[in-house]
């Protein structure tokens, strides 16, 4: 049984007042992204449909919510793996629209509670949920959504679908809260660090790869290179994040950056400065993640010790290594798709270069 998603769109029946539009970040998408979206621009016009009709599946007193969580116009990264591993494997049918429905709406509830873990105010240059109304509301809108996605995904025919989301789910949040746990360890090992971002980040990515060659009735084999190429495009997309957060401009980023050192989140990075500081300097840095204190200065040394640099070639070969998972399959224009978003991971992380 396929989902139903067909539910008019865009104008929702009773919403919160005065909520502001997103705007779009299409401008600030790299060209080699734009491209491979170029080949699943109709399915994907379709997966924005039915994100934004999910709305008024809630009650009408939560749906306005619901709706400013879904109709801001991100990347759309999770959808669109999902529908070019469908087509790199097969033909892109109904239930893929389904799947990327499903896990756009899991990426979007996590977001929910990421901003409230962090005090941010901005996603996508709007006010995120928990500027606007609180944590107490927010909290609950994370829940809503997290609940909705997981009873979507039941309607798949096939359990093991359902149960690979619901792990996805659970890997998500066991992510956040190791991370949380972690905070400010200066013990933090680097495959500990991969640990966290495999688990909070590309467990999403490694699902819609993955599933969307599955739900083609591919190999295992296939299966398996696919759920290798999401979850190493996911774990280099989550290092690129985490340069950004330390390196990047806030005003093109069109979120709060700076937020990773002020609570005490030891990413790539600073754990590579650490690692290889002198003892007196290991000290210093030390002392600055756990004082807040002398964060431009602990930003510049990872440059300075060439942290920065050793972090964007780490991110570079797992990209690599993602496009080397693809030659199972056949060449046509969507695996080529895929491709181009690890080329467009990689130029986004040659800017801190």
């Known amino acids: 049984m396929r989902i139903d998603f067909q539910a008019p769109i865009s104008i929702f029946s009773q919403p919160v007042k005065n909520l502001p539009r997103p ?14 979206f170029e080949l699943i621009s109709e399915p994907l016009a379709n997966v924005e449909q039915r994100i934004r009709a999910q709305a008024r599946e809630f009650d009408p007193a939560v749906e306005g919510y619901v709706a400013y969580a879904c109709e801001s116009n991100g990347k759309r990264l999770r959808p669109a793996l999902t529908l070019l591993a469908a087509g790199a494997t097969g033909p892109i049918q109904p239930h893929h629209l389904d799947l990327a429905v499903i896990l756009e709406l ?18 996508r240059n709007q006010p995120t949920s928990n500027a606007k109304w609180g944590n107490a509301i927010s909290v609950l809108l994370g ?14 025919t096939k359990a093991e679908i359902a149960r690979s989301i619901a792990n996805a789910s659970s890997d998500v949040c066991s992510g956040e809260i190791i991370q949380t746990q972690r905070r400010f360890d200066l013990n933090l090992s680097v495959p500990d660090y991969f640990k966290i971002i495999e688990m909070k980040t ?7 790869t993955e599933l969307g060659a599955m739900l083609n009735d591919c190999t295992p084999e296939t299966a398996a290179a696919m759920r290798a190429f999401g979850l190493k495009l996911g774990t280099a997309y989550q290092i690129y994040d985490d340069c950004l957060d330390i390196a990047g401009d806030e005003s093109k980023a ?10 005490g989140k030891l990413t790539l990075p600073v754990l590579l400065l650490l ?19 002398e964060t431009a200065a602990l930003v510049e040394a990872t440059r300075r010790s060439g942290a920065l640099s050793q972090t964007i070639e780490t ?3 797992l990209l690599s290594e993602a496009v080397e998972s693809l030659s199972i399959l056949p060449s046509n224009p969507h695996r080529n798709g895929l491709q181009d978003l690890c080329k467009s991971v990689d130029r986004l992380l040659k800017q801190f270069a």
């Open 315 to 317: 991110a570079r070969k």
């Open 143 to 156: 829940d809503c959504m997290f609940a909705h996605a997981l009873k979507l995904s039941t309607h798949f």
């Open 254 to 263: 069109g979120k709060t950056l700076g937020s990773d050192l002020q609570k």
């Open 202 to 208: 590309a467990a999403l990515f490694a699902a819609a």
């Open 106 to 123: 899991i990426h979007a509830a996590s977001l929910v509670h990421d901003d409230i873990m962090d005090g941010a105010e901005l996603r």
């Open 275 to 293: 690692q290889n500081a002198s003892e007196p300097d290991r000290a210093r840095w030390s002392q600055a993640i756990l004082s807040g204190e």
């Open 23 to 36: 705007t779009s970040q299409a401008k600030n998408i790299p060209k080699e992204i734009k491209a491979a």
